[in-house]
């Protein structure tokens, strides 16, 4: 009989932002069965309950922990940072999911524009927030899944908030590409050991398409037939980004292809541009009373 190796491995803490759902959820279950530590974040408490039954399903319940949020309020994602922190030393990962599309223009109760306070300023706020817990781990990672690659759409400089004319596409496109600009500005930090990985899963069997007209749904659930990837599939090069973080600050990769980090979408000036206005507009929200 061969002699089995003992499994030396360290588990690792993984927080998954949008882990109740999609290739967030897949994660989550599948880096508990690996053994890890996984914190799911979400807004739907019902979507929470059916992750952790599922968990307990397959005999990982122990291992994964649902934090409610609303991670569309600068409020909720700054409590959910300091809820997690207080539990956690140290993280081994961030994985940066959660996304819904917004037909029209909604605000936040905080006055911003709906996507780009989820899509975008979320991730954000839990890349830094989280970045002295990241910090103490042996090999830090950031993922955050988005669209990296695509040239359509531009942060919207004169008009971030979109007043002047709003798109459910150009508000994806726009949060897509200032996730981009996140990961240049954060890894461009000087002393920084967190790896940041930029990924685009690729159009997958994901997506909670409610929000959308009824022929907008009907055109995608179609389309995904024939063209979208498992989720499993999608979420095969993330364990690798967890397991073997990159060896260098950025990475950019389209599915399986490692892209140039002198994509025009990927440029420091805009990335310090977005920081910069990243900063002064949550200046402009400061944090509630007694959060500090
Ligand atoms: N699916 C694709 O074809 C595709 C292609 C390219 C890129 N992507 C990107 O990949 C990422 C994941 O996509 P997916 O298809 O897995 O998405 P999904 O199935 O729709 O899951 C989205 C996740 O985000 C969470 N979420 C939404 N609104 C939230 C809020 N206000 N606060 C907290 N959590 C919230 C959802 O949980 P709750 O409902 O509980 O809030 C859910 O866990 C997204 O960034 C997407 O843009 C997807």
Not at 68 to 78: E, I, K, P, Y
Not at 172 to 185: E, F, I, M, S, T
Not at 246 to 265: E, M, Q
């Amino acid at each position: 009989m061969p002699v089995q190796e003992p499994n030396t491995r360290k588990p690792a803490v993984i927080v998954i932002s949008g882990g109740t759902d999609g290739m967030g959820r897949a994660l989550a279950l599948a880096r508990a069965e690996r053994g890890d530590r996984v914190v799911a974040l979400g807004s739907n408490p019902a979507k929470g309950r059916h992750l952790i039954d599922e968990a307990d399903r397959i005999g990982v319940a122990d291992r994964v922990r649902f934090l409610q949020a609303d991670l569309s309020s600068v409020a909720a994602t700054r409590q959910a940072i300091r809820q997690i922190g207080a539990r956690h030393e140290a993280i081994d990962a961030l994985c940066l999911f959660a996304n819904r599309q917004s037909p029209k223009r909604a605000t936040t109760p905080e006055g911003l524009e709906r996507t780009f306070a989820l899509y975008y300023l979320s991730r954000y706020l839990l890349s830094h927030g989280l970045s002295p817990q990241l910090r103490r781990s042996r090999a830090p990672v950031i993922v955050n899944v988005a669209g990296v690659g695509m040239t359509k759409g531009a942060v919207s400089w004169g008009d971030l908030q979109l007043e002047r004319k709003y798109s459910t596409i150009g508000a994806q496109l726009q949060a897509g590409r200032a996730n981009d600009l996140l990961g240049v500005a954060y890894a461009a930090q000087p002393h920084n050991p967190i790896r940041y990985v930029l990924y685009h899963p690729g159009f997958t069997k994901s997506g909670d398409l409610s929000p959308l007209p009824t022929a907008a749904r009907l055109f995608i659930r179609a389309a995904a037939k024939v063209a979208a990837r498992p989720v499993e599939q999608s979420i095969a090069p993330v364990h690798g980004f967890i397991d073997s973080p990159p060896p260098v600050p950025l990475v950019a990769i389209d599915r399986g292809t490692s892209l140039p980090l002198t994509l025009r979408t990927l440029d420091p000036a805009d990335a310090e541009r977005l920081a910069e206005a990243t900063r002064a507009l949550l200046d402009t929200i400061p944090p509630a009373p007694g959060a500090e």
